[in-house]
């Protein structure tokens, strides 16, 4: 109930509004950092949203932007850290002025300086409103009016914070582990630091410099034009493996094409036989023409069957052949290439779905049908020009005008096709997008948006279409008129060379039905156009896309295969800069040596290079300057697939695939079938086999899309499960244990503990808890190294590392 009201009675849309949630993973849309926060609530002014920014800690490292709030966030906002995305969800959320503030785990990706300041945020916009915290770090909820602790979805405990240390019940034990009473006792003492002059960078933000223009429009339009104009030619030699297939029904179209020729001697024949005054002549020659029908027609059926079914083969062979290779195209393209938002979901299903299709359009049984109209063409003029030369000139000179029609319904139709294809694409970003993330934007009430945004971007498609609509119509009348203007001027044209015996009434009727089939022919091909023009416009994208090839090719064989991966890694003066943000540099000149076997942690604020320094491990991109080493190797000198294969990572936000529990963590090895004793063996080393165990489906559970129907630390566990099947030399972990609970937390640091014994593994981890016992932990300063050493080195340093673990209470 709400207000005494049980929420099934209340509006929904009207009792959403009421409501700001700030999740666990935050989704942000493809859109402007203004946009995002926009979405919190309609009608906003700049200076709300400023207001919001500023309460979030986010204004500071958004005006460092060259664009500030202008700035795109990328696709799922794939171009902001982990921290950023949560301020920029934080602020999204304040700026709905709620009545009731959710904060499912809000603070998990921030760094120790953000978290301090963004918590403080917190509990000033929780004044005034009813706040539902969940969290597994209690130093984030020690002011709370009451804590409510559930175990087995019951309350088991209830009440302050003191009153329940007195009671020395299952709160009390958490707190203890987490080191809570050191942290209340520093709590009066310790200012919230501010988050001093970091320089928050995102991952990778595709906008132009110039804060005043916006190139995306242009790029689009830009890229259009500048695809490579593909042949028909190009387009055929795709089908070159099934030529069997296209042979023989080639060869049926050309039979096909001929019959209508023959038919119209043989009808001409017909009609003027009448004129015969003799019966029984009649007769015989009726019986002889119907049996020439017959066998017409015993011609069409069978070579009009091999005609459909072999081009039919051959062109959907081709469909499922340009998929596949499209698909595996994109598969090993660079990862900067899908930092381009050229390159969105929307635009690459589109080539998948729509264009691979539209191929066909040229190829398939439409050959089959354009060399059975071209062979009845042909013929055609050949017969008539034997029967009666003047007639057909006259009636063929009416042809240009049927072409010129063509030719104009052609060009209208392949500059529309490429339109709707931009127009197609944006729709289909906007559907995906809302799709995936429609928790989000049913909590942020903002289905009519995403409606609209949708609907708008139909518009343009649809105004494109009823102009189509219209010059197709005209050119279609056009076409269909002449051929009976023809008639006409013909017949005229005929009974004046017949009265002056310069042609037979049967000359005259071959000439005009043969012509007459001849136009329709014609009228047949004209049609088929506008799909070419679509299979040019499809065939040029899909081109595009194959013949684009990668840096860094994780599909070539090339590249040496060391027999063993020792696990020693080093960063010699590496530099580095995201591709389509040239302008940042994310790394400078960093050198660092981990030796096998060791544990190091790189620790900092949000957008210092973290997370950066992992994809280049992974090799995702290379260096502008310097080398990553894998024992004494560069990285550029090995194969991608072997190097990919000794590691083995798990993300802060994990991605599971829909699919069940045991497939999800086979995937983690693909080199030979995994049995299910080695997952469930994986699966109790990261604590999550006893949950599985208790699953009605156990281990065939589906997971549902992107894991939906688990939790994010029950995700989490699958992942590193996943991980630990790969038995890899090189381990990494990207804040591995940010959305664990205290008890979780404490069972999978140790099982990764264990899991770490004899690996080299690199923690990036907001948490010092978690990096105490590294060999080896580094400080990221804006892409540089502050100071490095262990635990206990560092705090002697009583630097930044220092100033950290006081904030968190970790000594």
């Given at each position: 109930t709400v207000d005494g009201n049980d929420i099934r009675t209340l509006n929904v849309q009207h009792y959403r509004e009421h409501f700001g949630v700030v999740s666990q993973e935050p989704i942000l849309f493809g859109t402007t950092i203004n946009n995002n926060i926009k979405y919190g609530r309609d009608s906003v002014t700049d200076e709300d949203i400023e207001k919001a920014a500023k309460e979030a800690n986010a204004y500071d490292f958004i005006m460092e932007f060259p664009r500030k709030f202008n700035t795109s966030v990328g696709e799922k906002g794939a171009q902001m850290s982990g921290g950023q995305k949560q301020r920029i969800a934080i602020a999204r959320a304040l700026i709905r002025n709620p009545k009731i503030l959710i904060l499912d785990e809000a603070t998990s990706a921030l760094d120790t300086e953000s978290e301090s300041v963004v918590q403080a945020a917190l509990e000033k916009a929780s004044k005034g409103r009813t706040t539902i915290v969940i969290a597994h770090r209690l130093s984030t909820i020690l002011r709370a009016d009451m804590i409510v602790i559930l175990k087995d979805g019951m309350v088991v405990e209830k009440g302050t914070h003191a009153e329940l240390m007195e009671k020395q019940g299952l709160y009390y034990s958490l707190a203890i582990s987490q080191d809570i009473k050191k942290a209340d006792e520093q709590m009066e003492s310790m200012a919230y630091s501010t988050e001093k002059n970091t320089s928050s960078i995102p991952l990778c933000s595709v906008n132009s410099t110039k804060p005043d223009t916006d190139k995306s429009e242009d790029s689009i339009q830009y890229k259009e034009t500048s695809l490579p104009e593909i042949s028909l030619l190009k387009i055929f030699k795709l089908n070159k493996s099934e030529w069997p297939s296209v042979v023989l029904g080639t060869l049926a179209s050309v039979l096909n094409g001929t019959v209508h020729p023959v038919f119209s001697i043989i009808f001409a024949k017909i009609v003027t036989m009448f004129e015969n005054d003799g019966k029984a002549s009649l007769k015989h020659d009726a019986e002889i023409y119907s049996m020439i029908f017959v066998i017409l027609g015993i011609i069409c059926f069978v070579s009009y069957f091999i005609q459909g079914l072999f081009y039919g083969r051959a062109g959907e062979i081709l469909t499922m052949r340009l998929r596949h290779l499209a698909f595996k195209a994109m598969l090993y393209q660079d990862i900067s290439w899908f930092d381009d938002k050229e390159n969105s979901i929307g635009a690459l299903t589109t080539i998948l779905a729509i264009d691979i299709a539209q191929i066909q359009g040229a190829t398939g049984s439409r050959v089959g049908v354009l060399t059975q109209n071209a062979t009845n063409m042909g013929l055609s003029v050949i017969i008539s020009f034997i029967y009666g030369w003047e007639m057909t000139l006259l009636i063929l000179s009416i042809a240009p005008v049927l072409a010129l029609t063509g030719m104009i319904e052609t060009a209208a139709m392949t500059g529309f096709a490429n339109k709707d294809k931009q127009e197609l694409e944006r729709a289909g970003k906007i559907a995906t997008e809302a799709v995936e993330n429609v928790r989000t934007i049913v909590s942020l009430t903002r289905e009519k948006a995403?409606?609209?945004?949708?609907?708008?971007?139909?518009?343009?498609?649809?105004?494109?279409?009823?102009?189509?609509?219209?010059?197709?119509?005209?050119?279609?009348?056009?076409?269909?008129?002449?051929?009976?203007?023809?008639?006409?001027?013909?017949?005229?044209?005929?009974?004046?060379?017949?009265?002056?015996?310069?042609?037979?009434?049967?000359?005259?009727?071959?000439?005009?039905?043969?012509?007459?089939?001849?136009?329709?022919?014609?009228?047949?091909?004209?049609?088929?156009?506008?799909?070419?023009?679509?299979?040019?416009?499809?065939?040029?994208?899909?081109?595009?896309?194959?013949?684009?090839?990668?840096?860094?090719?994780?599909?070539?064989?090339?590249?040496?295969?060391?027999?063993?991966?020792?696990?020693?890694?080093?960063?010699?003066?590496?530099?580095?800069?995201?591709?389509?943000?040239?302008?940042?540099?994310?790394?400078?000149?960093?050198?660092?040596?981990?030796?096998?076997?060791?544990?190091?942690?790189?620790?900092?604020?949000?957008?210092?290079?973290?997370?950066?320094?992992?994809?280049?491990?992974?090799?995702?991109?290379?260096?502008?300057?310097?080398?990553?080493?894998?024992?004494?190797?560069?990285?550029?000198?090995?194969?991608?697939?072997?190097?990919?294969?000794?590691?083995?990572?798990?993300?802060?936000?994990?991605?599971?695939?829909?699919?069940?529990?045991?497939?999800?963590?086979?995937?983690?090895?693909?080199?030979?079938?995994?049995?299910?004793?080695?997952?469930?063996?994986?699966?109790?080393?990261a604590n999550i086999h006893s949950f599985i165990e208790g699953l009605p489906e156990k281990y065939d559970t589906q997971v549902g899309l992107k894991g939906t129907q688990l939790s994010g630390g029950q995700k989490q566990r699958l992942a590193i499960a996943r991980a630990l099947l790969r038995k890899p030399k090189i381990l990494l972990l990207d804040e591995a244990t940010s959305a664990l609970d205290n008890e979780s937390e404490k069972v999978v640091q140790h099982a990764l503990d264990k899991a770490r014994k004899g690996r080299t593994c690199l923690m990036v981890a907001h948490r010092l808890s978690t990096v105490q016992n590294a060999d080896l932990i580094v400080v990221l300063h804006n892409g540089k190294i502050k100071e490095q050493g262990t635990h206990q080195e560092l705090l002697k340093n009583r630097d930044t590392y220092f100033k950290l673990v006081n904030a968190q209470s970790v000594q």
């Amino acid at each position: 109930t709400v207000d005494g009201n049980d929420i099934r009675t209340l509006n929904v849309q009207h009792y959403r509004e009421h409501f700001g949630v700030v999740s666990q993973e935050p989704i942000l849309f493809g859109t402007t950092i203004n946009n995002n926060i926009k979405y919190g609530r309609d009608s906003v002014t700049d200076e709300d949203i400023e207001k919001a920014a500023k309460e979030a800690n986010a204004y500071d490292f958004i005006m460092e932007f060259p664009r500030k709030f202008n700035t795109s966030v990328g696709e799922k906002g794939a171009q902001m850290s982990g921290g950023q995305k949560q301020r920029i969800a934080i602020a999204r959320a304040l700026i709905r002025n709620p009545k009731i503030l959710i904060l499912d785990e809000a603070t998990s990706a921030l760094d120790t300086e953000s978290e301090s300041v963004v918590q403080a945020a917190l509990e000033k916009a929780s004044k005034g409103r009813t706040t539902i915290v969940i969290a597994h770090r209690l130093s984030t909820i020690l002011r709370a009016d009451m804590i409510v602790i559930l175990k087995d979805g019951m309350v088991v405990e209830k009440g302050t914070h003191a009153e329940l240390m007195e009671k020395q019940g299952l709160y009390y034990s958490l707190a203890i582990s987490q080191d809570i009473k050191k942290a209340d006792e520093q709590m009066e003492s310790m200012a919230y630091s501010t988050e001093k002059n970091t320089s928050s960078i995102p991952l990778c933000s595709v906008n132009s410099t110039k804060p005043d223009t916006d190139k995306s429009e242009d790029s689009i339009q830009y890229k259009e034009t500048s695809l490579p104009e593909i042949s028909l030619l190009k387009i055929f030699k795709l089908n070159k493996s099934e030529w069997p297939s296209v042979v023989l029904g080639t060869l049926a179209s050309v039979l096909n094409g001929t019959v209508h020729p023959v038919f119209s001697i043989i009808f001409a024949k017909i009609v003027t036989m009448f004129e015969n005054d003799g019966k029984a002549s009649l007769k015989h020659d009726a019986e002889i023409y119907s049996m020439i029908f017959v066998i017409l027609g015993i011609i069409c059926f069978v070579s009009y069957f091999i005609q459909g079914l072999f081009y039919g083969r051959a062109g959907e062979i081709l469909t499922m052949r340009l998929r596949h290779l499209a698909f595996k195209a994109m598969l090993y393209q660079d990862i900067s290439w899908f930092d381009d938002k050229e390159n969105s979901i929307g635009a690459l299903t589109t080539i998948l779905a729509i264009d691979i299709a539209q191929i066909q359009g040229a190829t398939g049984s439409r050959v089959g049908v354009l060399t059975q109209n071209a062979t009845n063409m042909g013929l055609s003029v050949i017969i008539s020009f034997i029967y009666g030369w003047e007639m057909t000139l006259l009636i063929l000179s009416i042809a240009p005008v049927l072409a010129l029609t063509g030719m104009i319904e052609t060009a209208a139709m392949t500059g529309f096709a490429n339109k709707d294809k931009q127009e197609l694409e944006r729709a289909g970003k906007i559907a995906t997008e809302a799709v995936e993330n429609v928790r989000t934007i049913v909590s942020l009430t903002r289905e009519k948006a995403f409606e609209q945004m949708y609907e708008e971007t139909l518009q343009t498609q649809h105004r494109n279409a009823l102009k189509k609509a219209q010059i197709i119509g005209i050119c279609y009348a056009f076409s269909h008129a002449f051929v009976y203007f023809a008639y006409a001027a013909g017949f005229r044209f005929g009974t004046h060379l017949i009265k002056a015996g310069r042609m037979t009434p049967e000359g005259m009727f071959i000439v005009f039905t043969a012509i007459a089939y001849g136009a329709m022919a014609i009228g047949e091909t004209l049609v088929l156009a506008p799909e070419y023009s679509r299979a040019k416009s499809g065939a040029a994208h899909l081109f595009a896309l194959l013949e684009k090839k990668p840096t860094i090719d994780s599909y070539g064989q090339e590249g040496k295969k060391p027999d063993v991966c020792e696990g020693n890694i080093e960063f010699r003066e590496v530099s580095f800069f995201y591709p389509c943000r040239p302008d940042v540099l994310i790394l400078h000149d960093l050198s660092l040596s981990i030796e096998k076997g060791k544990t190091v942690a790189f620790v900092g604020s949000s957008g210092c290079g973290k997370s950066t320094s992992v994809q280049l491990l992974q090799r995702f991109y290379d260096p502008v300057k310097g080398q990553v080493l894998f024992d004494g190797v560069d990285a550029k000198e090995l194969n991608v697939q072997w190097l990919r294969s000794q590691i083995a990572i798990v993300f802060q936000e994990p991605v599971l695939f829909n699919c069940s529990i045991a497939e999800n963590i086979a995937y983690g090895d693909n080199s030979h079938v995994v049995p299910l004793n080695e997952i469930k063996e994986v699966a109790n080393a990261a604590n999550i086999h006893s949950f599985i165990e208790g699953l009605p489906e156990k281990y065939d559970t589906q997971v549902g899309l992107k894991g939906t129907q688990l939790s994010g630390g029950q995700k989490q566990r699958l992942a590193i499960a996943r991980a630990l099947l790969r038995k890899p030399k090189i381990l990494l972990l990207d804040e591995a244990t940010s959305a664990l609970d205290n008890e979780s937390e404490k069972v999978v640091q140790h099982a990764l503990d264990k899991a770490r014994k004899g690996r080299t593994c690199l923690m990036v981890a907001h948490r010092l808890s978690t990096v105490q016992n590294a060999d080896l932990i580094v400080v990221l300063h804006n892409g540089k190294i502050k100071e490095q050493g262990t635990h206990q080195e560092l705090l002697k340093n009583r630097d930044t590392y220092f100033k950290l673990v006081n904030a968190q209470s970790v000594q």
